[in-house]
């Protein structure tokens, strides 16, 4: 408890950005930059509601793309137990199920904790616990051809549900509730993890924070 007391709150870095936007490209970069470095990412997709009690039918017409559909007070509560140097754990969402699974992750707390999603500058709450907040702006139509991408290959959807749930809720629910978060960004990203000079940046300032806070405790 003594040496959990006298060590540095945990530095916490918020990625955001459109579905498709390179949210996640960002922060693997930055991951393997600092790869030396005590560092862990989370994915706010891991914090879809837990929709076991709802039937299947019921789970394909929820707005994934709405703030109601996270349980953003678990990830909260999360983070502050990782701030707080305690280990979580973390949930694993069901894609094809479309709903939380039994599994869980063991997370370890990390000196530089990057939690990544579309929603995380949505909430006061969140962006109160962050030291950095990072948006990734891309284009639209990049990030369409993306997601088509990532959800035919890794989460084995049709294109045409694809093409629908974008047009139905992904795109209205992007410039309702994630565009409007870009002001509260420290650092605007063009192109996601393609812009090597920001990435960069990013990392020297992670790092810059890291040797601060090693040379105070």
């Known amino acids: 408890m003594a040496e959990q007391e006298q060590r540095k709150r945990p530095v916490i870095i918020g990625v955001t950005g459109g579905s498709g936007s390179g949210k996640t490209a960002v922060s693997r970069a930055v991951f393997e930059q600092l790869h030396n470095n005590s560092l862990l990412v989370l994915q706010e997709d891991s914090y879809y509601n837990d929709q076991a009690e709802m039937s299947f039918e019921e789970r394909l017409k929820v707005n994934y793309d709405h703030p109601a ?3 953003t007070d678990l990830l909260i509560n999360q983070l502050q137990e990782l701030l707080a140097w305690k280990t979580v754990k973390v949930p694993v969402y069901d894609y094809k199920a479309h709903t939380r699974s039994k599994n869980f992750i063991l997370q370890a707390p990390k000196e530089v904790i990057i939690i990544e999603g579309i929603l995380v500058l949505n909430d006061p709450r969140l962006r109160q616990l962050m030291d950095i907040k990072v948006f990734v702006d891309t284009d639209d139509d990049i990030r369409i051809i993306r997601r088509i991408r990532r959800d035919t290959e890794q989460r084995g959807r049709s294109l045409q ?4 749930q974008y047009l139905r809720t992904v795109k209205p629910m ?5 565009e409007p978060t870009k002001r509260y960004a420290d650092l605007i990203i063009p192109e996601g993890g393609e812009n090597q000079v920001a990435i960069d940046l990013l990392s020297t300032k992670i790092r810059d924070v890291l040797r601060h806070n090693r040379k105070t405790q």
Do not use: G, N, V
Not at 161 to 164: A, D, E, L
Not at 174 to 178: D, G, S, T
């Open 69 to 71: 559909a996270f349980d």
């Open 161 to 164: 549900s694809i093409i629908q």
């Open 174 to 178: 992007y410039h309702q509730f994630i």
